[in-house]
């Protein structure tokens, strides 16, 4: 994760952007456009590493 990202993504949430259809989603935790899970607005990678550590609640690695 980026030191500078959550400067980033401070920026991106005050600018008024002027079309609508120009806004794109963004991890919360990183800032990452690429990965990005709806569901829980965070990206793939950030994703991985709270659900390791039992941050998200009801998430658990599945074993097959």
């Known amino acids: 994760m980026a030191k ?3 400067v980033v993504q ?13 806004a ?3 991890c919360m935790v990183c800032g ?4 990005y899970i709806r ?3 965070l ?3 950030c994703f991985r590493q709270m659900a390791h550590e ?5 998430v ?3 074993i097959w």
């Open 4 to 6: 500078k990202s959550k």
């Open 54 to 58: 039992g941050q998200i609640p009801g």
């Open 24 to 26: 794109y989603n963004r």
């Open 43 to 45: 990206c793939r990678i």
């Open 32 to 35: 990452r456009s690429r990965g």
């Open 39 to 41: 569901e829980f607005g």
């Open 10 to 22: 401070q920026r991106r949430y005050q600018l008024k952007q002027k079309h609508s259809t120009k």
């Open 60 to 62: 658990k690695k599945a």
